[in-house]
């Protein structure tokens, strides 16, 4: 009787498109109200993904989505965080 197997899929608040839940970054707002990135999707609290894209990334802080899709600020330190591992996988 077995099925295939379902991929988790979320949608990436750059692009807006529905990817594989492995591909993308989480970014998560714990229980305590302190941001992180959750490399593993383990971290408990509200997460948000965004691709492994740099394009997705600029879209996704300017157009505010993280702050929308939190419904408050995000801190600077997190988008400087998500530039340096972008920079450092595209070289």
Do not use: W
Request: hydrophobic share 35%; aromatic share 6%; charged share 35%.
């Amino acid at each position: 009787m077995g099925g295939k197997k379902k991929i988790p899929e979320r949608m990436c608040v750059g692009c807006q498109k529905i990817r594989s839940k492995k591909d993308m970054i989480r970014v998560v707002r714990s229980p305590e109200g302190e941001f992180a990135i959750d490399r593993t999707g383990k971290k408990s609290g509200r997460g948000a993904y965004i691709c492994a894209d740099f394009h997705c990334l600029e879209a996704a802080i300017k157009g505010h989505r993280l702050e929308k899709s939190f419904k408050c600020p995000i801190d600077a330190e997190i988008y400087e965080e998500l530039k340096v591992g972008f920079l450092n996988t595209d070289a």
